[in-house]
């Protein structure tokens, strides 16, 4: 949530700055700005609007200055203007500061400052801030910023230019992320690391607490107690060809296309034809064997492959599950005990509730394993155990690839538990691993096959305010996921419910047209979804169904049909996935929408 960049060097910053913006822009973008500190004045722009609103100005403001930060915003206080952008300063524009996260007391601090004679100029939190520094600074800014920290209560990575050492930028962090590119003769700030992947592989990575000086030959880093540490470097492996479209219109569409592969990677050495190998995972074989209450806690799409978890390890482990909203979950009175194991998913890795949840676990003396797509995140490093979900970097605000490879890592590490609690035969095992590993082909297949119909289906779809979206057991979990993927992209209200469901009230909502998705990939059940369908269908509604080949009497019944190739009952769901991300997909794109940064969303979501 918000974008950070720093450019400390030998060149001119303003479009170093600009670019790392622009790989960022999936943070927010409602607004956006850059400072340059030239040793003699720092330059501000700042504009409402997403970050190309910048560029022109861009060239005609900013001096030739080689030390800048850079902002892209997703509007927490005060609403997007050129004003609330950052960068923020203090009364005289010594201090110069961008910031992500929130202040939680700034109201306080604001009305002492105005007392004070401080004059402010947005209606921020941020910008107590650069006041709060002016008050603190005597000769001393890295003092003076410790100093303000101290007195702020909530989160924030902050970046900060100022008039008296234009060499350098100066940062810190507290529950958001914040990292250092390290470079030759240059240096990196970012709150993410695609931001500067085409330039180094070499970070830095702040934990919280942790302050930093950084100049374009050297990096200074300090504890909480202002002592200078040293940080081992993080190198990643990532290609920045990543992080473009490659030919796709859309991120997302590359990243619906990426999934066999992404898949692939997941499973590879962790998938074989005898069976899963989890041992990386390093959890202790008695614990494993005596397990008998896991809790699994997650947002978003990253909640709802958490259900299907929950659904699966239920079906092969017969343990006591639960499966809670971050949000929920980190202010609830949970009972977790030594003996249980937390699962947190989160493709960033940065997700606020789902981080505080991990630390509340952690505080009752559970074990936690964190699902991560972000090996540096804060997740990743808090956590006890990490399983890499490897999807790839993931830029489009809406997941695919990487729910995808969550919901596989719940098939993976459930047979795992299932194999270490003696609850699964061996040739069962072995059959599902057979299955598992034809996953990602007919992955591809389904892409294929699903393609042209979603691209019809969403013509109708394009055209309704309102759809629906059923399933029973692990396809409700699916359904709600086809139903969140529809209203982030598209703007359609759509809900989803158990199949079973609709007749205890919504069923009054189906009449003539209006549009259902009917999830029926699990054939132990699929005759009484059948029934919910027809029920639908007894009322006008336009049935599109998705069902596993061989379903039954379905062709009679609805109006469109989706088959699933043949496997394992248990491994449906996964294919499923695809014709729903689709339908989304073709849908926004009908309707013009900005497919890859919904409005009002942003991809990483750091606050509350
Ligand atoms: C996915 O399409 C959404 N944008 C959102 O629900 C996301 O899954 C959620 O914010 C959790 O993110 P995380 O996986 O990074 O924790």
């Keep these: ?61 900013t001096n030739g200055g080689t030390v800048g930060i850079g902002h892209t915003r997703w509007a927490t206080h005060g609403k997007p203007s050129d004003l609330n952008s950052h960068p923020h300063c203090d009364c005289s524009k010594d201090f110069v500061v961008v910031h992500n996260g929130i202040i939680e007391n700034f109201q306080k601090i604001k009305k002492r400052l105005k007392e004070s004679g401080h004059n402010f100029k947005s209606e921020t939190d941020t910008e107590v801030i650069a006041h709060l520094i002016e008050d ?13 920290v101290n007195e702020l209560d909530g989160s924030y990575s902050l970046t900060i230019l100022s008039k008296y050492e234009p060499d350098k930028i100066f940062v810190v962090r507290k529950d958001s992320p914040l990292i250092i590119g390290v470079g030759e003769k240059e240096n990196y700030i970012a709150s993410d690391i695609p931001a500067f992947l085409s330039k180094t592989k070499d970070f830095y ?43 796709y219109e859309h991120y997302m569409l590359k990243e619906i296309n990426e999934q066999p592969d992404a898949v692939r990677r997941l499973m590879s050495k962790r998938v074989t034809p005898g069976g899963i190998n989890l041992d990386e995972l390093n959890l202790d074989s008695e614990f494993l064997k ?31 599950i639960e499966v809670d909203v971050a949000s929920e979950y980190r202010y609830r009175n949970v009972l977790i005990k030594e003996d249980d194991l937390v699962i947190v998913v989160s493709q960033s890795g940065e997700t606020s509730d789902t981080l505080a949840s991990l630390r509340m676990a952690k505080k009752h003396g559970a074990k936690i ?25 993931e830029i489009s605000v809406a997941s695919t690839k990487a729910y995808l490879n969550m919901v596989v890592a719940f098939y993976i590490f459930s047979l795992y538990l299932a194999e270490k609690q003696n609850k699964i035969e061996t040739k069962r095992l072995n059959k599902l691993s057979n299955d598992l590993i034809r996953l990602p082909d007919l992955l591809e297949q389904v892409i294929k096959d699903s393609e042209s119909l979603m691209k019809e289906r969403a013509k109708q779809y394009v055209k309704k305010q309102n759809a629906f979206f059923i399933g029973r057991h692990t396809d409700y979990t699916l359904a709600l996921e086809g139903a969140l993927k529809l209203k982030e992209i598209s703007y359609i209200h759509a809900e989803a419910y158990p199949a079973g ?108």
């Design 205 to 247: 990575i702040l934990e919280d607490n942790e302050l930093a000086v950084v100049s374009s030959g050297k990096i200074e880093i300090y504890n909480d107690s202002l002592d200078l540490i040293k940080k081992e470097l993080y190198h990643v492996d990532w290609d920045p060809e990543m992080a473009e479209k490659q030919g």
């Design 369 to 393: 394993l964190a699902f991560t797509n972000s090996r540096g995140s804060s997740i990743a490093r808090e956590a006890d155990h990490v399983l890499l979900l490897k999807a790839g970097l």
């Design 501 to 608: 469901e609709l007749k205890h009230g919504t069923l009054a909502l189906i009449e003539k047209g209006v549009p259902v998705v009917a999830l029926g990939t699990r054939k132990f059940i699929f005759e009484k979804t059948l029934s919910n369908i027809t029920e639908i269908k007894a009322r006008g509604g336009d049935v599109t169904a998705i069902v596993y080949k061989g379903a039954e009497g379905i062709e009679k019944v609805v109006d469109h049909v989706i088959y699933i190739p043949q496997i394992d009952d248990l491994f449906g769901g996964v294919l499923a996935a695809i014709p729903l991300q689709l339908l989304a997909y073709n849908t926004a794109y009908l309707k013009g929408c900005d497919i890859d940064q919904p409005r009002n969303l942003a991809k990483s979501v750091t606050v509350e």
């Design 1 to 61: 949530m918000c974008g950070i960049v720093g450019y400390v060097g030998d060149k001119k910053a303003a479009p170093i700055l600009y670019d790392g913006l622009k790989k960022l822009e999936y943070r927010g973008y409602d607004s956006s700005g850059i400072a340059v500190n030239d040793g003699f004045k720092i330059d501000i722009v700042k504009k409402k609007g997403k970050l190309d609103q910048l560029e022109g100005s861009l060239k005609k403001n």
């Design 290 to 320: 005596n397990l008998k209450q896991i809790h699994i806690v997650a947002c978003g799409t990253a909640y709802h492959s958490g259900l299907i978890g929950k659904y699966l390890m239920e079906e092969l482990l017969n343990i006591h």
């Design 136 to 148: 603190n600074y005597d000769n001393n800014l890295l003092k003076a910023l410790k100093a303000t």
